[in-house]
């Protein structure tokens, strides 16, 4: 019986849809999974600037901090505003206090300030590809915790593809990739199956028609919210670890519903599945290891109770012998400040969408 955990980790996350909320909806419902990437996720990514990126990752990661989440993988998109988006990532975090791994989407799905949603696979690689690329190799060679990030194999020429994993390698991490999320992208399994690694991060693999190497990623709250499937994430012998896909990051909450997804599917699964999914995540940061999330409930170490005990709040954070957050309330910085600082930046980020 303990009223402590690790620090908790989200292993995906879009940082920059911390802002998202409230934004105009689009101009037409969307009916598909490809519509709702074009009516809303992309249309917010090209808005971002520095100001509103900086903004929304500080929102972020304090939520994540007051939910005992202490580290976080981040896959970033921002198309017109690329150069050094991934320092601005990580300063906002730094300020928060927590962990980072970061990467910039490479994708080809613009050419100049032309967006498209079919990609010719045997076309040359674009050049907003070459930036995201860049952007990626910058961070990393200047000492940034992170890996290469693509988008997705289905916004993505072949070449663009082979140039990502052939970087990776040489710079010795792996690839963060969104891989057959909807059916728009059910080739993927084909296409990256000769180019992944051991240390590859999949993300979602709803449609996923075959093994690859790598790590997945299950998203089951954004995986319902755009009604793409079930994952079905025990059908693989892939490590599986949990994220968010951008909709926070208060993983308890995730493993619950993690859970409660399994388990419609399979009434053999019990919560230690979700919960070790959960902890997977420390292979990323095995310093959360050290740190100690303190929580309002005294058998939080115990996935049984976890999965059926709503309302469990986390109390206090410590993170390299400083206490972060005491009495659910941020000790080095003005939580206040930055909802304001947020709210104001999701305003002008807004108004660019109407």
Known sequence: MSFTTNGLVCAHHHLYSSLA????????????FLSVLEGIWWRLDAALDADTLYWSAALGAAEALCNGTTAIIDHHESPFAIEGSLDIIKDACDMVGVRTNLSYGVTDRWRGNHMTSVVDVNAAMSEEAQRGLNENIRFIKNGGNGMVGVHAAFTCTNETLDVVAKTAQELGVGVHIHVAEGLDDASAGERLEPLAQD?????????????????????????????????????????????????????????????????????????????KWLSNGEKFFPDVRNDVVT????????????????????????????????????????????????????????NQLK
């Not at 909802?339 to 980020?349: G, Q, S, V």
């Open 199 to 275: 240390n590859w991060l999949l993300v979602h693999a709803v449609h996923l028609d075959r093994s690859l190497r790598g790590t997945i990623a299950h998203n089951p709250r954004s995986n319902m919210n755009n009604s793409v499937g079930y994952a079905q994430p025990t059908k693989w012998a892939n490590d599986i670890v949990l994220g968010t896909d951008g909709i926070g990051a208060d993983m308890l909450e995730e493993s619950r519903l993690a859970y409660v997804r399994l388990r419609e599917h399979s009434i053999t699964e019990t919560p230690e599945t979700p919960w």
């Open 295 to 350: 929580w309002s409930y005294d058998n939080v170490d115990s996935p049984w109770h976890v999965a059926f005990t709503p309302g469990i709040r986390c109390e206090s954070v410590v993170v390299n012998n400083i206490e972060l957050v005491r009495n659910g309330t941020p000790t080095q910085f003005d939580m206040s400040e930055i909802r304001t600082k947020a709210a104001e930046a999701a305003i002008r980020l807004h």
């Open 21 to 32: 909320r409230g934004m105009p909806a689009p101009a037409r419902t969307p009916d598909s």
